[in-house]
């Protein structure tokens, strides 16, 4: 599962945000093969938003085309810990079996940990593609109950949950990834 060593192809915004954007169906997508994980997580830490590969002719489209009746696949697994009593990804990312680690954890644009926000996203990334929502939905709930053996408190955003989810990018430091 982690350390892709082939190319993976991933819907991006085409603009990247330095704040949360708020106009979501403005957003313009485009589809974009990255050969290794490093330049991706790049694209996140410049601001730019991700989500999961749809059926489309072209390789821009808009806000329209992203439904779950048009979701092709994904090969990757988010979770998006939104809630003030979570702990720190620092915190997360030390106290996790190995073997349960995420391939990269990355604040968001709303983490404050002074203030006592945790927010951040877990991606799990799969070497194999993710062909369905149901599939892609069996895969989050497993991972939810997995961290939750850890964290039972643990408190997830379910939109998430859908397969088709936006996830936004960041502008926060990213050092977890493993």
């Known amino acids: 599962m982690k350390h892709m060593k082939k190319d993976f192809k991933i819907t991006l915004s085409k ?18 093969s990255f050969e290794n994980l490093k330049d991706f997580y790049v694209k996140i830490g410049c601001g730019c938003g ?24 994904t090969n990757l697994v988010v ?3 939104d809630e003030e009593k979570s702990i720190s990804p620092c915190e997360f990312y030390n106290r996790m079996p190995r073997e349960q680690i995420p391939t990269y954890i990355y604040t968001s644009y709303r983490h404050n940990p002074q203030k006592g926000q ?21 895969e989050y709930d497993r991972w939810v109950s997995t ?29 977890y990834f493993d």
């Open 15 to 32: 603009d990247s945000y330095t704040t949360k954007p708020t106009r979501y169906n403005m957003i313009r997508w485009k589809k974009q």
């Open 50 to 73: 991700f989500t999961s590969n749809f059926y489309d002719k072209d390789e821009e489209f808009g806000f329209n085309t992203k439904t779950t009746s048009n979701f092709d696949y």
């Open 79 to 81: 979770l998006d810990i």
């Open 118 to 138: 945790m927010k951040y996203h877990l991606i799990y990334i799969y070497q194999d593609k993710i062909t369905s929502i149901k599939q892609y939905q069996e």
């Open 147 to 175: 961290i939750k053996q850890t964290f039972p408190d643990m408190v997830f955003d379910l939109a998430c949950r859908s397969g088709v989810q936006y996830i936004n990018g960041t502008n926060k430091d990213l050092p």
